[in-house]
């Protein structure tokens, strides 16, 4: 028979083990707990147009935790059980996110909420957009032949009085941006935020008979089999670059920034290679020659008859002109001078960043060419001169195009065209003025 002190001793020594099993079990979840990545918001901000909607997504979710939304102002818009927020009327709401894990509640974040009219609104104070009450001499006149007839104050007990409607052309309103500036550190990457990302695709190319190179960015959070739909812009490189010529500006740095505070949206990116030839190489050796000249005008038919039918069956983007951009830099400005006063139909938004000679005629650079409209024929159908949207830019200090990109603005003040036109004061014809155009162009694009 075992002595009693014996068996006792194994007793508190099983009891021992177990504790300190228990303890190291309950440690590890402790870790493991405290490991774990904080639930919250994949955004900070989401911008909506009326009409339409945009799931809130958590990063970092834990998988029995249970999310709920709540609105600030369900009446601008609205958000369901599964973060499903629908656009109702324009306005700014706050979406309130909080988890509910092992019983406790909590708040983890919130998404501020933009709501825009599908119309164009000249007036967007948050993209500081305004029309100018008065010309100076800093804001030239878009409507430089068009004489505003007197405000007058009714009487207050005056009736109102039924007119016929005016047989006279509707006055288009001056667009002006008031602020060019770009704030410290908008085209780089900062933490916190999520950014699209870059891949290199193939498209085949009837016009040239070969594939064609180009990069595409698409949105932080795109799933292909996702019904989200987006807008498209084509950003055009420069005379002697490539597809790979825009990387060097951060456009994903710089789209992300500006959507994650709520001054633009999400959108995909695809910048092609615009020589549309065989010979497509950056840096060739003949790029003061005609033939260099006419590949870069034969990609209107690349553009219209292979990229774009490629990338409207191949990824999820609205193909309505109204959702459609293009801009580009030097001769990709002149591209999207060309592509979009030539395919009004097909483009709603124009941006041309130091636009390159060429879209009337000259002669520089031992070179000359007809050009592709007289100053008299460049503007838009009558039935596009109030829905499509073009911004000129240039540095002051041009070194390369000059005063051509001021002779654009000038013909389409002729030519009672509305647009935007700046200059960047001591920007030479470089990245530093082509960043500044895309920050300020994909301020207005696709409002």
């Given at each position: 028979m075992k002595n009693n002190n014996y068996i006792n001793v194994k007793k508190l020594s099983f009891l021992t083990l177990c504790a300190a099993l228990t303890c190291t079990s309950f440690s590890t979840a402790n870790i493991t707990d405290a490991a774990a990545k904080t639930a919250k918001p994949a955004v900070k901000s989401l911008s909506v147009f009326v009409g339409n909607s945009k799931k809130i997504k958590i990063k970092n979710k834990k998988k029995t935790a249970v999310y709920s939304y709540t609105s600030s102002k369900k009446k601008v818009a609205a958000v369901s059980k599964k973060g499903?927020?629908?656009?109702?009327?324009?306005g700014t709401a706050t979406i309130t996110v909080r988890e509910k894990y092992k019983k406790k509640t909590k708040k983890i974040g919130s998404v501020k909420v933009v709501v825009r009219n599908m119309l164009k609104d000249n007036t967007i104070t948050d993209n500081k957009l305004t029309p100018p009450s008065n010309n100076t001499a800093n804001e030239p006149a878009i409507n430089a032949n068009v004489t505003n007839a007197p405000v007058t104050t009714p009487a207050a007990t005056a009736a109102p009085v039924q007119t016929a409607p005016p047989t006279a052309a509707p006055t288009r309103t001056p667009l002006v941006l008031t602020d060019t500036d770009t704030p410290s550190g908008f085209d780089v990457k900062k933490s916190g935020i999520e950014y699209g990302t870059i891949e290199k695709i193939k498209y085949?190319?009837?016009?040239?008979?070969t594939d064609r190179n180009a990069n595409i960015i698409l949105p932080p959070d795109f799933d292909q089999a996702s019904d989200t739909k987006y807008p498209v812009l084509y950003l055009f490189h420069g005379g002697n670059g490539d597809e790979n010529d825009w990387l060097d500006g951060n456009p994903a740095a710089i789209l992300g920034n500006l959507v994650d505070e709520g001054l633009t949206d999400q959108m995909i990116v695809v910048m092609p290679n615009c020589r549309?030839?065989?010979?497509?190489?950056?840096?060739?050796?003949?790029?003061?020659?005609h033939e260099h000249m006419d590949a870069?005008?034969?990609?209107?038919?690349?553009?219209?008859?292979?990229?774009m039918p490629y990338i409207n069956e191949n990824y999820p983007v609205y193909t309505d002109r109204e959702h459609t951009a293009i801009a580009g830099l030097s001769m990709g400005g002149r591209t999207a001078l060309y592509l979009?006063?030539?395919?009004?139909?097909?483009?709603?938004?124009?941006?041309?960043?130091?636009?390159?000679?060429?879209?009337?005629?000259y002669e520089n650079w031992g070179l000359h060419e007809d050009g592709y409209f007289t100053e008299d024929?460049?503007?838009?159908?009558?039935?596009?001169?109030?829905?499509?949207?073009?911004?000129?830019?240039?540095?002051?200090?041009?070194?390369?195009?000059?005063?051509?990109?001021?002779?654009y603005h000038n013909a389409l003040v002729e030519n009672n065209v509305n647009h935007y036109y700046y200059t960047l004061p001591g920007a030479d014809?470089?990245?530093?003025?082509?960043?500044?155009?895309?920050?300020?162009?994909?301020?207005?694009?696709?409002?």
């Open positions: 499903l927020v629908k656009a109702l009327k324009k085949h190319s009837d016009t040239v008979g549309a030839r065989a010979n497509d190489k950056k840096n060739p050796s003949d790029s003061l020659s870069w005008t034969n990609f209107l038919n690349d553009f219209k008859n292979d990229l979009g006063f030539s395919l009004p139909d097909k483009v709603s938004y124009i941006g041309a960043f130091s636009p390159a000679y060429g879209i009337f005629e024929e460049f503007k838009f159908p009558e039935e596009y001169m109030d829905n499509t949207t073009c911004m000129i830019m240039n540095g002051d200090s041009d070194s390369m195009v000059k005063k051509e990109p001021e002779r014809h470089n990245m530093v003025a082509w960043k500044n155009g895309l920050y300020n162009f994909l301020k207005i694009v696709f409002k």
